[in-house]
């Protein structure tokens, strides 16, 4: 079983990324899905979840409205485009299987910074 995020870099105030995580070993379309990210100095933050089949999606209200999570249940990929980031979403990025004490990957680092 192992989930493989992507994806991160340094991006400045106002600009977009998109998270990849590419999941392997279950069987990925009947699991929700959920990303997770953990500032420096801070405890894991839940960012948001997908239903297994995509139709359902929640935020944190600290990221509703600027990012999307989708995913690809053919190709057992979850995304989450993150638009007008700010300085604050600076963190390691986890994409988790289930639920939020679930399996992680290694996560990918999103870095906010002009």
């Known amino acids: 079983v192992q989930l493989v995020e992507s994806g991160g870099g340094m991006v400045q105030p106002g600009g977009s990324l998109r998270l990849s995580c590419a999941a392997s070993?279950?069987?990925?379309?009947?699991?929700?899905m959920l990303w997770v990210r953990q500032a420096p100095g801070k405890g894991p933050e839940w960012v948001s979840t997908?239903?297994?089949?995509?139709?359902?999606?929640y935020y944190a209200d600290a990221v509703k409205g600027r990012f999307t999570i989708s995913r690809d249940n053919t190709n057992n990929t979850l995304f989450l485009q993150m638009d007008s980031l700010h300085p604050e979403d600076t963190a390691l990025y986890y994409c988790?299987?289930?639920?939020?004490?679930?399996?992680r990957g290694r996560g990918t680092q999103v870095t906010v910074s002009s």
């Open positions: 988790v299987r289930s639920s939020i004490n679930g399996l």
């Open positions: 070993g279950f069987i990925f379309n009947i699991e929700a």
């Open positions: 997908i239903n297994p089949s995509g139709t359902s999606t």
